[in-house]
């Protein structure tokens, strides 16, 4: 699968519309409805301090990477079975890059 490189500006106005109304992404950034997202690259899924993730997402035992995040933003109950993430994802290939390059640039 061949992920476009992304561009971090997009992204992250992909996130304020998009994700911001469930996730913070600064450095100590509260946790909302969902986890906060500051570092998610490169940690496993369910290991965000002081959120209740569902037993799906704490088993799933994947590592956040470009590539499984490329995957899981297209369709989040598609890639996790029994997330409570409510989100139906991004379809295009270029938002889902740039959501990505955002996050990896929250470190």
Not at 62 to 84: A, D, M, Q, S, V
Request: glycine content about 12%; hydrophobic content about 30%; overall charge positive.
């Amino acid at each position: 699968m061949s992920i476009p490189a992304g561009d971090a500006e997009k992204g992250k106005k992909i996130f304020v519309q998009r994700c911001a109304q469930c996730h913070t992404s600064d450095a100590g950034g509260k946790n909302l409805q969902g986890p906060n997202l500051h570092g998610i690259v490169g940690r496993a899924t369910g290991q965000t301090a002081g959120f209740s993730y569902t037993d799906a997402n704490k088993n799933r035992g994947i590592k956040w990477t470009r590539e499984t995040l490329f995957e899981y933003l297209e369709n989040p109950k598609k890639y996790i079975p029994g997330t409570k993430m409510i989100f139906a994802g991004l379809k295009k290939p270029s938002e889902r890059a740039d959501l990505i390059a955002y996050l990896e640039s929250c470190k």
